[in-house]
């Protein structure tokens, strides 16, 4: 079992930046792709971003060129850099680790 924690989200201008993290505890050595998702207010949820224990990337088109992903397997920790945010960018980030396990989300509100 996976306990994913996130933290980072919050209230930013559009054209702003946001570092959002995702500390990951438990059989923690078991993880090997971890995923940042999405959830707007009545939309499904989105893959956003991906990446694999050796640091191989895959990322949606709407966020190609503006958000980075990353972790640090000493730490066990994931990261996204969210730059250039656009208000279509709010919504409720989840980290996933492996198939099944998800954090409980944080807030990104972006104002325009």
């Known amino acids: 079992q996976v306990q994913l924690v996130e933290s980072g989200g919050g209230l930013v201008q559009a054209g702003g930046s946001l570092r959002l993290s995702c500390a990951a505890s438990?059989?923690?050595?078991?993880?090997?792709?971890m995923a940042w998702y999405r959830q707007a207010p009545g939309k499904q949820r989105e893959l956003v971003a991906s990446i694999t224990k050796i640091g191989s990337t895959n990322y949606a088109d709407f966020v190609k060129g503006r958000f980075t992903i990353s972790r640090d397997n000493t730490k066990n920790t994931m990261y996204l850099q969210m730059n250039s945010l656009k208000p279509e960018d709010t919504a409720v980030y989840y980290c996933?680790?492996?198939?099944?396990?998800w954090g409980q989300g944080t807030q990104v509100t972006v104002s325009s």
């Open positions: 438990g059989s923690a050595f078991i993880i090997t792709t």
């Open positions: 996933k680790a492996g198939l099944t396990s």
